[in-house]
């Protein structure tokens, strides 16, 4: 990777120089540009101008894209200094993004299919408070992805072997000091670490077709069929509508058996490793320290198989990405009870699935919930804070006590009329949990309780 200038340090000392993305960066964004300029250009405008002259107006718009995109790369560039990622950018104006590693919440590399096509990836960086993805550089190869990753982790670790200026990666954590032993290598496709899971690809695809979307269509279908019969004719208007509703329809399950083909996970010291993707691959780090919650979900249909699918909550990963594959969630995609158990026992050390202290609600609670209240349960392990909803899809959140922020206990009319409040446990991620339809005199305990446990695991911290 070719170097960028020299930069200096706060006192005027020299650091170490600014390093410029791949070379084929601005192939790959002026390929991506051509296919907006073409989806731009509608069908009226070749029709007017003809097939030449349309073609000469793409080939123009895209060689002036690529040339932006030569010069913005050649003016792009990033080192760390002290304990920061400095990001430099800008055409006409110049601006220069410095990233406190500290506040660094996950980083992922990821490889759409273009970037796969040329050995290629890019890394996505994730801070408390961002409002977005940090720093996306875009592109670099995958060795030097990796070696990134891993040594913005090191520093946001505060471990040493990563100075500034100093060019040498350290060994993964859990390496071998000498080098010895079985390391993943770069690129090589497999999250390194100790392998916990793999979810097979058949699995996932029986999981998709065990659902609503997969169960309506062939009535969608027959519907469509029996309408055609009926009027014994098929209209373009009739034809596209139908496409466009099967699609929408099948776009959700074809869009996770996509992201969470292959998906792996392994541990690596206090992280965790993630990959998973088909036509975009990702290799997702998640430090365990950053997990705020983890979520258990039982589908109607996945409970004739045993299944569940487990996610987490990391906090400070941005919530205002309209695309919501970019967040670090998935834990397990689909798997049986004992591998959901060995999961969550090594993300949250010593809770067992099976053995959460859950109590149900008082049954005055069924004048609200007639149908779901004999589901409920709320419960305090040594732990994690558990609780457990849901009729059709059954729901199990576990908050660790060290991560709730702030504790709520409320009541609406129909509950104060039978002495019922509910408990609300928050989390510097957003969803944390709540204790629906307590007794009036166990909620406030409950309250009381969680926040005492809240403070001593934050002290013990």
Same mark, same amino acid.
């Given at each position: 990777?070719?170097?960028?200038?020299?930069?200096?340090?706060?006192?005027?000392?020299?650091?170490?120089?600014?390093?410029?993305?791949?070379?084929?960066?601005?192939?790959?964004?002026?390929?991506?540009?051509?296919?907006?300029?073409?989806?731009?250009?509608?069908?009226?405008?070749?029709?007017?101008?003809?097939?030449?002259?349309?073609?000469?107006?793409?080939?123009?718009?895209?060689?002036?894209?690529?040339?932006?995109?030569?010069?913005?790369?050649?003016?792009?560039?990033?080192?760390?200094?002290?304990?920061?990622?400095?990001?430099?950018?800008?055409?006409?104006?110049?601006?220069?993004?410095?990233?406190?590693?500290?506040?660094?919440?996950?980083?992922?590399?990821?490889?759409?299919?273009?970037?796969?096509?040329?050995?290629?990836?890019?890394? @996505?960086?994730?801070?408390?408070?961002?409002?977005?993805?940090?720093?996306?550089?875009?592109?670099?190869?995958?060795?030097?992805?990796?070696?990134?990753?891993?040594?913005?982790?090191?520093?946001?670790?505060?471990?040493?072997?990563?100075?500034?200026?100093?060019?040498?990666?350290?060994?993964?954590?859990?390496?071998?000091?000498?080098?010895?032993?079985?390391?993943?290598?770069?690129?090589?496709?497999?999250?390194?670490?100790?392998?916990?899971?793999?979810?097979?690809?058949?699995?996932?695809?029986?999981?998709?077709?065990?659902?609503?979307?997969?169960?309506?269509?062939?009535?969608?279908?027959?519907?469509?069929?029996?309408?055609?019969?009926?009027?014994?004719?098929?209209?373009?208007?009739?034809?596209?509508?139908?496409?466009?509703?099967?699609?929408?329809?099948?776009?959700?399950?074809?869009?996770?058996?996509?992201?969470?083909?292959?998906?792996?996970?392994?541990?690596?010291?206090?992280?965790?490793?993630?990959?998973?993707?088909?036509?975009?691959?990702?290799?997702?780090?998640?430090?365990?320290?950053?997990?705020?919650?983890?979520?258990?979900?039982?589908?109607?249909?996945?409970?004739?198989?045993?299944?569940?699918?487990?996610?987490?909550?990391?906090?400070?990963?941005?919530?205002?990405?309209?695309?919501?594959?970019?967040?670090?969630?998935?834990?397990?995609?689909?798997?049986?009870?004992?591998?959901?158990?060995?999961?969550?026992?090594?993300?949250?050390?010593?809770? @067992?699935?099976?053995?959460?202290?859950?109590?149900?609600?008082?049954?005055?609670?069924?004048?609200?919930?007639?149908?779901?209240?004999?589901?409920?349960?709320?419960?305090?392990?040594?732990?994690?804070?558990?609780?457990?909803?849901?009729?059709?899809?059954?729901?199990?959140?576990?908050?660790?006590?060290?991560?709730?922020?702030?504790?709520?206990?409320?009541?609406?009319?129909?509950?104060?009329?039978?002495?019922?409040?509910?408990?609300?446990?928050?989390?510097?991620?957003?969803?944390?949990?709540?204790?629906?339809?307590?007794?009036?005199?166990?909620?406030?305990?409950?309250?009381?309780?969680?926040?005492?446990?809240?403070?001593?695991?934050?002290?013990?911290?």
């Amino acid at each position: 990777m070719p170097p960028g200038p020299t930069d200096h340090g706060p006192a005027g000392g020299e650091v170490e120089p600014r390093q410029r993305l791949h070379p084929l960066s601005p192939v790959l964004q002026g390929a991506k540009s051509l296919v907006v300029v073409i989806a731009g250009l509608s069908w009226s405008t070749l029709s007017r101008v003809g097939f030449g002259w349309f073609a000469v107006l793409v080939a123009v718009l895209a060689l002036g894209a690529t040339v932006l995109a030569v010069v913005s790369w050649y003016n792009t560039g990033y080192h760390i200094v002290g304990r920061e990622l400095r990001v430099h950018e800008g055409l006409l104006w110049r601006r220069t993004r410095a990233i406190p590693l500290e506040r660094l919440q996950a980083v992922e590399v990821v490889r759409p299919l273009l970037a796969q096509l040329t050995g290629l990836a890019e890394l @996505r960086l994730e801070v408390v408070g961002g409002g977005k993805t940090e720093a996306p550089l875009a592109y670099l190869s995958v060795a030097d992805a990796a070696r990134l990753r891993q040594r913005l982790l090191t520093v946001a670790a505060g471990m040493p072997g990563t100075e500034v200026g100093d060019a040498a990666v350290p060994p993964a954590a859990g390496a071998p000091a000498d080098g010895s032993g079985p390391v993943a290598r770069p690129g090589d496709g497999e999250p390194a670490g100790r392998p916990l899971h793999a979810v097979t690809n058949t699995d996932l695809l029986v999981s998709q077709l065990l659902t609503p979307q997969a169960f309506l269509l062939p009535v969608g279908v027959a519907f469509v069929v029996a309408q055609f019969l009926s009027e014994g004719s098929w209209s373009f208007i009739a034809v596209a509508s139908t496409l466009t509703a099967m699609a929408g329809v099948l776009l959700q399950p074809v869009r996770r058996v996509l992201d969470d083909w292959n998906f792996r996970l392994a541990r690596e010291s206090d992280r965790l490793r993630i990959h998973n993707g088909l036509l975009e691959t990702r290799m997702q780090t998640v430090p365990l320290e950053r997990v705020q919650t983890v979520g258990v979900t039982w589908p109607l249909l996945w409970r004739m198989k045993g299944w569940l699918r487990l996610r987490l909550e990391v906090a400070g990963y941005s919530g205002g990405e309209a695309d919501d594959r970019n967040r670090p969630d998935r834990l397990l995609p689909v798997g049986d009870l004992d591998v959901g158990t060995a999961i969550v026992d090594e993300v949250l050390a010593g809770v @067992r699935l099976t053995a959460l202290p859950l109590t149900p609600p008082p049954t005055r609670a069924r004048w609200l919930r007639p149908l779901s209240a004999r589901v409920l349960g709320a419960g305090l392990h040594e732990r994690v804070f558990a609780v457990r909803s849901g009729l059709l899809t059954r729901q199990l959140a576990l908050v660790p006590y060290a991560r709730i922020q702030s504790v709520r206990v409320v009541q609406g009319p129909a509950q104060r009329r039978l002495r019922l409040a509910t408990v609300h446990v928050d989390t510097a991620g957003g969803s944390g949990a709540a204790a629906h339809d307590r007794d009036l005199a166990e909620a406030w305990t409950l309250a009381a309780e969680l926040t005492a446990r809240a403070h001593a695991a934050r002290r013990a911290g």
